[in-house]
């Protein structure tokens, strides 16, 4: 009885391996999870088992000087960073309750948001972005980074951020900063207290 | 950085030319045909001599810029008061003036960029007004090339070393036609620091000629800057989304003072830095 261990071990091994392999494939695509797709019952949204909540930093205009002030609200988490990353630019799209002036056109809608393996969020905007955008370089950089300093500073998994516009890469939102590349957070415009 | 320039005007050239007109004082009708040579060789050489200055006025056509509370447009005002640098510069007659838009077109901002490059230009200028989602924001700004961390990379894997240098060669060495319709990717980063020195003059009379408030010289990675192989700026003149500014944007007197300080800190730059 003890001779076929070893093979028994091996099999269970490879059993194993080819399992992993399976699992880690399953999760390297790009996207994690996106709007459009039909979500996983785990993770469902809607499925009220377990009603999770993330403390979502969201960054606004302060009038006077246009540095960033933080508003911090309750919103639904999953657990996954791509969706929970969707729920908190959606609520960064709703606009500031306070004083505080929204850097992004109300109008805009959120596609999607997906993540590459070495920490680059894709930020997927409808073309309201841009349309409904006031342009000039002020605005334009106070989107930009409303959005890129949001998504960084809530998680950490983000590093830089890409904003693309109907799923395609934009040279400028409205003529002004260059829009097709990752931007690195700036959390210098955050202000002091 | 020396040769970046380029030649200057040779007024020693246009006196050997001028000068025989003693020798042949006899002779009306030889002087009028000696005058009319000169004419005929000086008028060219002079102005195949003359370097140029590019003027970008922002936006154009379908694309509107930003947007006043008075329906006042962006594209609009920059072209104005692009069209009053123009003439500042053009009455000095030593410079030549090429605008990347004279009418309300929207060239891109890459042809914008090559424009310049195409016409060995000497400096780049790039006129705005600025928009803002805040109401309270005002006040005006020169922007120069910026460097992040993402351009960084891939200048690192464009050039692994000092590219300044080999693009500086390269720009008064070469025979121009060689580097004719040629827009370099980040060209301007062998420019930054005299971009910079450039944004700081004009600033200086911005500040001093229009009373808004100081913003200050700023680094940002605009588009219409990256591939002009030549010191470069972008001015912002005032909040065309401040109805008080706005105000003052479409003000025929105000776009006079605005071309004014960007003209004198153009000239001072080129006396500090233009000249061999
Ligand atoms: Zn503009």
């Known amino acids: 009885m003890k001779k076929p261990r070893p093979i028994l071990f091996a099999l269970l091994l490879a059993v194993l391996a080819v399992l992993v392999f399976w699992f880690i494939r399953g999760f390297a695509p790009e996207r994690i999870a996106g709007p459009g797709e039909a979500p996983s019952p785990a993770a469902s949204p809607e499925a009220p088992v377990s009603k999770e909540t993330m403390k979502a930093t969201l960054f606004f205009l302060r009038d006077d000087d246009g540095m960033f002030i933080a508003e ?29 002036v929204s850097a992004l056109p109300p109008e805009t809608k959120l596609r999607q948001v997906f993540l590459t393996k070495d920490g680059i969020a894709y930020a997927d905007f409808t073309k309201d972005l841009t349309a409904a955008h006031p342009s000039g370089s002020d605005a334009e950089t106070a989107t930009v980074y409303a959005i890129v300093d949001t998504l960084a500073f809530n998680f950490k998994a983000i590093k830089k951020v890409f904003i693309l516009v109907d799923g395609e890469e934009r040279e400028t939102l409205n003529g002004h900063l260059t829009l097709n590349r990752a931007f690195l957070p700036d959390f210098t415009l955050i202000a002091k207290s | 950085m020396r040769n970046v320039f380029g030649r200057g005007f040779d007024s020693r050239r246009l006196h050997q030319i001028m000068m025989p007109h003693v020798r042949y004082r006899g002779s009306w009708a030889a002087a009028l045909l000696l005058a009319a040579v000169c004419l005929a060789a000086v008028l060219p050489a002079a102005a195949g001599d003359q370097r ?98 993402t351009d960084e990379e891939s200048r690192r894997l464009a050039y692994q070393e000092n590219r300044e240098q080999a693009l500086d060669k390269s720009i008064a060495g070469a025979d121009k036609d060689d580097i004719k319709m040629i827009l370099w990717d980040m060209a301007q980063s062998a420019y930054i620091k005299q971009s910079s020195q450039l944004a700081e003059l004009i600033q200086a009379q911005l500040n001093s000629l229009l009373g808004t408030a100081n913003r200050g010289i700023k680094q940002a990675d605009f588009v219409v800057l990256r591939g002009v192989a030549c010191p470069a700026v972008l001015v912002e003149a005032a909040f065309i989304s401040n109805p008080e500014e706005e105000q003052k944007l479409v003000d025929e007197a105000f776009q006079d003072n605005v071309a004014q300080a960007v003209y004198t800190g153009l000239m001072r730059f080129l006396a500090a830095y233009g000249k061999n």
């Open chain 1, 72 to 100: 911090t609200r309750d919103v639904p988490s999953t657990g996954s960073v791509t969706a929970d990353a969707e729920a908190v630019l959606a609520e960064l799209i709703k606009g500031p309750t306070g004083g505080l």
């Open chain 2, 52 to 149: 140029t200055i590019v003027l970008d006025p922002g936006h154009g056509g379908l694309d509107v810029g930003a947007k006043g509370k008075f329906g006042s447009l962006e594209k609009d005002i920059d072209l104005a008061i692009s069209k009053k640098v123009k003439a500042l510069i053009e009455q000095s007659q030593a410079y030549r003036v090429v605008l990347t838009r004279d009418k309300d077109v929207n060239p891109s901002l890459e042809n914008r960029a090559a424009i310049a490059n195409n016409n060995d230009a000497l400096v780049f200028l790039s006129i705005h007004v600025n928009g803002s989602f805040r109401k309270k924001a005002q006040g005006s700004e020169t922007f120069f090339m910026s460097l992040n961390a």
